[in-house]
């Protein structure tokens, strides 16, 4: 059971690419599939983390893995949508959110290779599970917008509106903010490091 949580993340890595196949699809089916895997995706996010600490399984490998696994996840996600919505999903968005944790994956690399470890810090989960909520409520649109009468209707107008460019916008935000965050903690470090050396 010690390696449960572990599994479910490289789980979740294993199917990233076949949810990101079916949203490109365009179809229904193909797309409605896609929500399901990414919702499952988003709750085996939350449990691995709570089996960890229930099995007190925590271990560098699930440090490095459960970020990296959320990273690709979300990351082709946005690709996908700025493909599929590119009005309301703007490529430097994703340029932002995506160079924002080429950043963090770098500075925990670095930490790393000096034996030292780069926790996941609170604001930075807080981002992720912001991060799932838009991603699943954008998927939710894309399928809606596809089935007749009033939901198609309704799904379309939210979709072309103003709410998904606000919410991605205050999203944005806070990526940014977390990887500020991430640099000045580590830039802090590096200094303590030195001084007592």
């Given at each position: 059971?010690?390696?449960?949580?572990?599994?479910?993340?490289?789980?979740?890595?294993?199917?990233?690419?076949?949810?990101?196949?079916?949203?490109?699809?365009?179809?229904?089916?193909?797309?409605?599939?896609?929500?399901?895997?990414?919702?499952?995706?988003?709750?085996?996010?939350?449990?691995?983390?709570?089996?960890?600490?229930?099995?007190?399984?925590?271990?560098?490998?699930?440090?490095?893995?459960?970020?990296?696994?959320?990273?690709?996840?979300?990351?082709?996600?946005?690709?996908?949508?700025?493909?599929?919505?590119?009005?309301?999903?703007?490529?430097?968005?994703?340029?932002?959110?995506?160079?924002?944790?080429?950043?963090v994956t770098a500075?925990?690399?670095?930490?790393?290779?000096?034996?030292?470890?780069?926790?996941?810090?609170?604001?930075?989960?807080?981002?992720?599970?912001?991060?799932?909520?838009?991603?699943?409520?954008?998927?939710?649109?894309?399928?809606?917008?596809?089935?007749?009468?009033?939901?198609?209707?309704?799904?379309?107008?939210?979709?072309?509106?103003?709410?998904?460019?606000?919410?991605?916008?205050g999203l944005v935000?806070?990526?940014?903010?977390?990887?500020?965050?991430?640099?000045?903690?580590?830039?802090?470090?590096?200094?303590?490091?030195?001084?007592?050396?």
């Open positions: 059971m010690r390696h449960l949580p572990n599994a479910l993340t490289i789980a979740r890595i294993v199917l990233t690419p076949v949810l990101l196949v079916l949203l490109l699809s365009g179809t229904f089916t193909g797309q409605l599939a896609a929500l399901g895997l990414f919702v499952a995706a988003a709750i085996s996010d939350y449990l691995d983390g709570k089996l960890a600490r229930s099995f007190r399984a925590r271990s560098r490998l699930g440090q490095f893995l459960d970020p990296f696994a959320d990273k690709v996840l979300v990351l082709g996600t946005f690709v996908c949508l700025a493909i599929l919505l590119p009005h309301q999903i703007p490529w430097w968005a994703v340029g932002i959110i995506a160079g924002r944790d080429l950043l500075l925990r690399t670095w930490a790393e290779a000096r034996g030292q470890s780069l926790r996941t810090l609170p604001l930075a989960k807080t981002k992720t599970t912001v991060q799932l909520v838009f991603l699943i409520g954008m998927l939710l649109l894309l399928v809606l917008r596809q089935m007749p009468g009033t939901p198609g209707m309704y799904a379309l107008q939210l979709l072309e509106g103003p709410v998904p460019r606000l919410f991605l916008l935000a806070l990526t940014v903010l977390t990887g500020f965050w991430y640099v000045q903690g580590m830039w802090r470090r590096t200094i303590l490091y030195h001084h007592d050396a």
